[in-house]
């Protein structure tokens, strides 16, 4: 049979292929039998059960097809949906981990075409490897429609492919009307050592034309290559972008001499975007296309008369709160700017008092609402400006601004968290919208720059009457549990991850006068306000997850990149005389830290760290001795490590002394086989 499988692979033609195409039109449509990018002849009885996703792209179609509950175990760059965040983990992308993944007991595992080793092991233990090649834009749809079909969801599918079509055609009328001789020229920034570009033919090529940029041509081909001075000069990129790993890279690598003389470096013109936007192309590659292009073309997109589509609500869908006073409540759905923007709003059956962290204290109020700006709209709103995009909002929501109280946000309104808290005749109700991935800061610690929103939102409504005084001391009740929240997630500072967070820089909260029963308290030690904290702290928690999907028990590889210290990073950056190269020692180390006794180990760097970035100077002798059994465990017998800390001397990072004690261990001989697995 292997022979056989041998010389298939050697035929111009597979013979699957061959019957394949002799199915007749329709039952070619039903059934699951295809060819995947790699050349495999798939046949499928029926739609899997239990699926493992090696490819965050392919991750993120499944739940948008609505079989996310199929999906058993992940790698730990999938963190979308959130809920995919929050699956058992394999390993990186680059190298998950084979017995993990047989571990999770799947009838199919979706790889792309850099997973070849582990296809052939999972193959040689009777797991069936499927791979999908979504390498472009033109590769999404194809990959859609297959999934659709391997899972009997066409209808799904086809609904995905044209919502896609429908936001790329939306751009493409926009920046249509941008004319040729004010197009962007506009480069995608990578790099660690040097500056790197991805070659040309890329997706990340495809993403800037799309977006109506100019991207460079450099006559080389490939997922990264590298950029020369005269290339980079004679391109001369109007506009860099990159994800959130390259920002330290660009400042390094582009303020030297030549580099820092293209009108980019010299207008300031960088961006920086989640990497799992810029590094795929999925779902949500329409999504990114218009971020990019209305940062592009702000001006542009920002004037009412090159819109394509009139300001409008378009759809609406009712929220339940069971409070008298609230006549009416829901999500509203409008077009504002041409993109879909999402309004929590409340109705009041009479005027009431408000305290908004926003607009002050507020009288005669009948609407309060959470505003969601997508993306696209960030840019425009701030260049607007507060007062008129408040003006604007309330117009398209046919609410009249004086009578309306609003807070704005970039967490979409869909992953809002909704929760009430009672004590015989009291009940809260606090609303919530989290997004911490981008602007998260430490209060009294970090710099008042401003970056995308992220912004934790938070309306609180009584069955009280809550009293002037009570309603301000309820602000102090709520930031306290929010914080608190952050806190136990280990939410870090976005411009100093060694610190943890209190904020994003844009929190804000209403608390609404409420009718019923006086309340002149709201503080910790009252009723009112602990039911004030626990429906906060639960609401940030959820709203957190559900928006980034951050969750207190998440891998420890994630909270390491947090704190700014990628694993690939640290071990690219190490030399070493051992056989062997930093890849494959960064794949010994993620196996190790996907251990519960390692990762374990790591936290306790983590916990150190942070008692000493709060002032405490905890004695590290103990923890020094343990980092040395953990590298001697490791490479089996004792080693010497080098930077040790010797007396009272401390190190810069405790994680990183960690994480270099295991790598040494590492360099210096085999890993144990992680418990319960057995060699393929």
């Known amino acids: ?26 039952a070619l449509a039903a059934s699951p039998e295809f060819v995947d990018a790699d050349g495999r002849c798939i046949s499928l009885d029926a739609p899997p059960q239990r699926v493992v996703s090696l490819v965050p792209a392919v991750t993120e179609i499944l739940f948008a097809l609505g079989v996310g509950d199929r999906v058993k175990a992940v790698t730990y760059h999938d963190t979308w949906p959130p809920e995919a965040a929050a699956l058992p983990v394999v390993g990186g992308f ?9 571990a999770a007991a799947p009838e199919v595992v979706f790889i792309s075409s850099l997973h070849q080793e582990t296809a052939a092991v999972l193959s040689a233990n009777g797991i069936r490897p499927i791979a999908l090649g979504i390498d472009s834009i033109r590769d999404i749809d194809p990959a859609i429609d297959r999934l659709g079909a391997i899972f009997q969801r066409r209808a799904a599918a086809e609904a995905l492919v044209d919502r896609i079509h429908a936001n790329l055609d939306l751009v493409a009328a926009k920046v249509t009307r941008i004319p040729a001789g004010r197009r962007l020229r506009v480069m995608r920034f990578m790099g660690g050592q040097q500056v790197m570009t991805p070659g040309d033919g890329s997706f990340q090529n495809e993403m800037i034309r799309a977006a109506g940029g100019i991207p460079p041509t450099t006559g080389k081909t490939g997922d990264v290559v590298e950029v020369t001075l005269e ?3 004679r391109f001369n990129p109007q506009v860099i972008y990159g994800c959130g790993g390259d920002r330290q890279a660009a400042a390094r ?20 975007f989640p990497c799992d936007l810029t590094c795929r192309c999925g779902v949500r590659t329409a999504d990114f296309i218009a971020w990019l292009a209305s940062h592009l073309y702000a001006e542009d997109f920002a004037r009412p008369e090159k819109q394509v589509h009139p300001d409008a609500v378009v759809g609406e869908r009712p929220l339940d709160l069971a409070l008298p006073y609230v006549a009416g409540a829901g999500i509203v759905e409008s077009r504002v700017h041409d993109f879909v923007n999402k309004t929590l709003v409340l109705d009041f059956s009479r005027p009431m008092a408000v305290v908004s962290t926003l607009e002050g204290q507020r009288e005669g109020i009948v609407t309060v609402g959470n505003h969601h700006w997508p993306p696209p709209c960030w840019t425009l709103g701030h260049a607007a400006g507060l007062a008129a995009e408040r003006q604007l909002v309330c117009q398209v929501l046919d609410r009249r601004p004086e009578h309306t109280a609003l807070l704005f946000t970039g967490a979409d309104m869909d992953r809002l968290s909704v929760q009430r808290r009672d004590y015989r005749e009291m009940a809260v109700t606090a609303l919530v919208t989290a997004g911490v991935a981008s602007n998260a800061q430490r209060a009294g610690c970090d710099a008042g720059h401003w970056y995308e929103p992220g912004t934790i939102n938070i309306i609180l409504l009584t069955n009280m009457q809550l009293s002037p005084r009570a309603m301000t001391r309820a602000l102090i009740t709520a930031t306290e549990a929010k914080t608190a929240a952050l806190q136990d ?4 500072s976005t411009t100093e991850p060694h610190r943890p967070a209190t904020g994003t820089g844009t929190d804000n909260i209403i608390v609404v006068q409420g009718e019923g029963t006086a309340i002149d308290n709201c503080g910790g030690h009252s009723k009112m306000g602990q039911l004030i904290a626990e429906a906060v702290d639960a609401g940030v928690r959820e709203a957190v997850f559900r928006q980034n999907g951050i969750a207190a028990r998440r891998p420890i590889l994630r909270r390491m ?21 930093p890849g494959e020692l960064a794949v010994s180390m993620e196996r190790l830290l996907l251990e519960d006794r390692y990762a374990g180990f790591i936290e306790t760097a983590m916990a150190l760290d942070d008692a000493r970035a709060a002032g405490r100077k905890p004695d590290l002798s103990l923890f020094d001795v343990w980092r040395r059994q953990v590298a001697a465990e490791i490479a089996g017998g004792p080693i010497a490590i080098e ?6 001397a401390e190190p810069v990072s405790v994680l990183k002394g960690a994480l270099e004690a295991m790598l040494a261990g590492v360099r210096a001989g085999n890993p144990p086989e992680p418990a319960g697995t057995v060699a393929p």
Do not use: Y
């Open 231 to 233: 290339e980079w000069q």
């Open 94 to 102: 680059a190298a998950p981990d084979p017995m993990r993944v047989a």
């Open 253 to 272: 690598l582009l303020d030297r001499p030549g580099w820092r003389d293209v009108e980019a470096v010299k207008n300031g013109r960088f961006l920086f």
């Open 561 to 581: 990149e947090e704190r700014g210290l990628g694993l690939w990073e640290l071990v690219s950056g190490a030399t070493c005389d051992c056989a062997g190269n």
């Open 489 to 492: 997630l280990d939410i870090r």
């Open 643 to 648: 930077g040790g800390w010797p007396g009272n």
């Open 1 to 26: 049979m292997l022979l056989l499988n041998v010389h298939l692979k050697r035929v111009a033609v597979p013979l699957c292929v061959i019957f394949f195409l002799m199915l007749a039109g329709s």
